[in-house]
T-cell receptor
Framework: AQRVTQPEKLLSVFKGAPVELKCNYS??????LFWYVQYSRQRLQLLLR??SRESIKGFTADLNKGETSFHLKKPFAQEEDSAMYYCALSDSGTYKYIFGTGTRLKVLA | GAGVSQSPRYKVTKRGQDVALRCDPI?????LYWYRQALGQGPEFLTY????????KSGLPNDRFSAERPEGSISTLTIQRTEQRDSAMYRCASSPESSYNEQFFGPGTRLTVL
C-alpha cells in the first residue's frame, strides 16, 4: 500500500540547532517526493522536491531508496522556520499527492 | 498573479443540508485536485480533473460527495445531506499539467457540520 509516515507530530528545537524532520514512504514504483510547509494562517506551499535537488531556505532532503526515506534537514534552525511540515508522495498515474500526517516544528529562542 | 482561490472560507451548516464548495484555480492550469484534511491529519485525496474531465474520483468517501469542473476552470465540490463526520478542511490545488509539477494550493474551506 502507498503510504507516507511522519513519526513525529511535534519537534521542538532551539534556535541555531540542527533540525531533521523524518519521512518514510511505502510505494511500489519509482517515487516522486515533496516537502510542503504551512506557516501560521497561510496556505500549503512547496518547500522542495527531490527531483530538483535544490536547497530552499537552507533546507535539504535526500531520497534514500534503500531506507525508503526522504528526511528534511537544516543545519541551523531559525525562529521563522516554525511551521507545519508535510511530506508528500506523488502517484505516478494520477500525480495526486499522498501526504503524511505532518510534523509541527517549533524553534525556540 | 492571483493564486488559487476558494469560497467560502468558512461554512457552518446543519446536518442534512447540502453544501457547495468552490475552487477557482490559477488561470491556465490544466489539473485540479480536491483534498480533505481532518484535524491532526494530512490532506487526503478526494478527486482530480484534467481540463473538464474527472480522471479519478477514488477518494470520494461515498455517493453524497460529487465534483464537477464543467468548463475546465472553476470546480465545485458538492456534499449532499451533510453529516457531522464531514466536518474538515477542504483544500483545492491546481497544477499546470498532469505531471510532477508543483501543486498550488488554495487557502481551504473550513466546513463545520452541526
Amino acid at each position: 500500500a502507498q503510504r507516507v509516515t511522519q513519526p513525529e507530530k511535534l519537534l521542538s528545537v532551539f534556535k541555531g540547532a540542527p533540525v531533521e524532520l523524518k519521512c518514510n514512504y511505502s510505494y511500489s514504483g519509482s517515487p516522486e517526493l515533496f516537502w510542503y510547509v504551512q506557516y501560521s494562517r497561510q496556505r500549503l506551499q512547496l518547500l522542495l522536491r527531490h527531483i530538483s535537488r535544490e536547497s530552499i531556505k537552507g533546507f535539504t532532503a535526500d531520497l534514500n531508496k534503500g531506507e525508503t526515506s526522504f528526511h528534511l534537514k537544516k543545519p541551523f534552525a531559525q525562529e521563522e522556520d516554525s511551521a507545519m511540515y508535510y511530506c508528500a508522495l506523488s502517484d505516478s498515474g494520477t500525480y495526486k499527492y499522498i501526504f503524511g500526517t505532518g510534523t509541527r516544528l517549533k524553534v525556540l529562542a | 498573479g492571483a493564486g488559487v482561490s476558494q469560497s467560502p472560507r468558512y461554512k457552518v451548516t446543519k446536518r442534512g443540508q447540502d453544501v457547495a464548495l468552490r475552487c477557482d484555480p490559477i488561470s491556465g492550469h490544466v489539473s485540479l485536485y480536491w483534498y480533505r484534511q481532518a484535524l491532526g491529519q494530512g490532506p487526503e485525496f478526494l478527486t482530480y480533473f484534467n481540463y473538464e474531465a474527472q480522471q479519478d474520483k477514488s477518494g470520494l468517501p461515498n455517493d453524497r460527495f460529487s465534483a464537477e469542473r464543467p468548463e475546465g476552470s472553476i470546480s465545485t465540490l458538492t456534499i449532499q445531506r451533510t453529516e457531522q463526520r464531514d466536518s474538515a478542511m477542504y483544500r483545492c490545488a491546481s497544477s499546470p499539467e498532469s505531471s510532477y509539477n508543483e501543486q498550488f494550493f488554495g487557502p481551504g474551506t473550513r466546513l463545520t457540520v452541526l
